[in-house]
């Protein structure tokens, strides 16, 4: 279990006030965020709290790439600054996938090159991030995406 740092102003905006009494509602918007954005992921044993900028995230997902993906979609988010991962996985686990911060300019083609070496490798980011990316040409600074090997 470790913790997720995300840029705190970057990412969809979906929250209330981040005050305590707002924490409950945050906690099921944010699980619906999850529910709605990863439609092709089982979702229903993730339990998921905010405590301030900080995001709990509890349960089970069948596999690390589904874990990851869930990560990101709590963590894509403005207004959460980090997300505490107590999520185990109940398949196979396998080597944790390396994450980016989109920078300004970036496209998925520069990480590509940056991270495999060849610009044309940008699908297979793509790829790894569905459902979470729509459009190839549609990243924002300050996101964080999954880069698989």
Do not use: W
């Not at 707002?22 to 044993?45: C, F, M, P, R, Y």
């Amino acid at each position: 279990m470790s913790l997720f740092s995300f840029i705190k102003d970057a990412g969809e905006k979906i929250l209330d006030a981040l005050t305590p009494d707002k924490a409950q509602a945050n906690g099921e918007a944010l699980t619906k965020h999850v529910q709605d954005a990863l439609s092709g992921i089982d979702t229903s044993k993730i339990q998921v709290k905010v405590e301030g900028e900080k995001v709990i995230a509890t349960g089970e997902a069948s596999s690390q790439e589904e874990k990851e993906k869930i990560l990101l979609a709590l963590g894509n988010v403005a207004g959460v600054s980090g997300v505490d991962d107590q999520i185990t996985v109940s398949g196979p686990v396998v080597t944790a996938a390396q994450f980016v911060v989109v920078k300004s300019g970036d496209t998925l083609s520069a990480i590509s090159l940056r991270v495999y070496g060849d610009a044309n490798k940008y699908q297979k980011i793509f790829d790894a991030n569905k459902p979470l990316l729509k459009d190839v040409n549609k990243i924002y600074p300050g996101q964080t995406l999954r880069i698989p090997e």
